[in-house]
Nanobody, 124 residues
Framework: QVQLVELGGGLVQAGGSMRLSCVASGRAISNLAMGWFRQPPGKEREFVAAISWNGGKTTYIDSVKGRFTISRDNAKNTLYLQMDTLTPEDTAKYYC?????????????????WGQGTQVTVSS
């Protein structure tokens, strides 16, 4: 089991940027796929992006393609989400999660370990 802690949330103006970090402990994430999810106010949790164990494969939800970048530093046991050109529609609580296997499916299935989330609020 891996413990995950999301860092870097807060308030940003529309059009701005923010980088989220997800620091893992308890075990190395170097052989795990990782993902970012978000839950907007009053809505269900949704997939945002995923990355394979070595960063060779990534996938994104359509609404963030070209604006968000998922990356990882296995030496630091850390996952990142660079978010650019933010809009109020990106306001949500963001979660990172770990999975045994990478897949392109935009669902939470297969993700076994989750962080507690960090709030991102984008003002208009």
């Amino acid at each position: 089991q891996v413990q995950l802690v999301e860092l870097g949330g807060g308030l940003v103006q529309a059009g701005g940027s923010m980088r989220l970090s997800c620091v893992a402990s308890g075990r190395a994430i170097s052989n795990l796929a990782m993902g970012w999810f978000r839950q907007p106010p009053g809505k269900e949790r949704e997939f945002v992006a995923a990355i394979s164990w070595n960063g060779g494969k990534t996938t994104y939800i359509d609404s963030v393609k070209g604006r968000f970048t998922i990356s990882r530093d296995n030496a630091k046991n850390t996952l990142y989400l660079q978010m650019d050109t933010l809009t109020p529609e990106d306001t949500a609580k963001y979660y990172c999660a770990a999975a045994q296997f990478y897949n392109d499916d935009p669902t939470p299935y297969g993700y076994d370990d989750w962080g507690q989330g960090t709030q991102v609020t984008v003002s208009s």
